[in-house]
C-alpha cells in the first residue's frame, strides 16, 4: 500500500524561507508524478506544484510561481518543495500527493495523499 509522508512544516516569518519534504513507500516511486496541494482555513485544497516522474517537467500554480521550486530524489523516494519569500496568504496544510500517471497533470487528481503538514506564515 502506498503510504506517503510529509516533514518540515512549521513556523515562519513573511519573506522567510522552509523546505518541505515527502517521503513515499509501498510502489515504485520513480513511476509516477508527485506534487503538493495546499488547503487554506476556511478554503478548498488547491494544487500547487507538480513534478514528472523524471524531475523534466514541473508546474506550479500562478500563486506560487517564482517563489516554490519542486523536486524530487528517486532514490530516497522523495520529493520536496522550497518555498522562499513566504507570504501570510501561504498559510495552509500542505499535501504530498501522487498522480496516476508519469505526466504532472496526473497530480491535479491525486490516487494518494499525505496526511498533511502544517505551514503558517505570520506578517
Known amino acids: 500500500q502506498v503510504q506517503l509522508q510529509e516533514s518540515g512544516g512549521g513556523l515562519a516569518q513573511a519573506g522567510d524561507s522552509l523546505t518541505l519534504s515527502c517521503t513515499a513507500s509501498?510502489?515504485?516511486?520513480?513511476?509516477?508524478?508527485m506534487g503538493w496541494h495546499r488547503q487554506a482555513p476556511g478554503k478548498e485544497r488547491e494544487f500547487v506544484a507538480a513534478?514528472?516522474?523524471?524531475?523534466?517537467?514541473?508546474y506550479y500554480a500562478d500563486s506560487v510561481e517564482g517563489r516554490f521550486t519542486i523536486s524530487r530524489d528517486n532514490a530516497k523516494n522523495a520529493v520536496y518543495l522550497q518555498m522562499d519569500s513566504l507570504k501570510p496568504e501561504d498559510t495552509a496544510i500542505y499535501y504530498c500527493?501522487?498522480?496516476?500517471?508519469?505526466?504532472?497533470?496526473?497530480?491535479?487528481?491525486?490516487?494518494?495523499w499525505g496526511q498533511g503538514t502544517q505551514v503558517t506564515v505570520s506578517s
Open positions: 509501498g510502489h515504485i516511486f520513480s513511476s509516477y508524478a
Open positions: 500527493a501522487e498522480g496516476n500517471s508519469a505526466q504532472p497533470q496526473s497530480v491535479m487528481t491525486p490516487d494518494f
Open positions: 513534478i514528472a516522474w523524471s524531475g523534466g517537467m514541473t
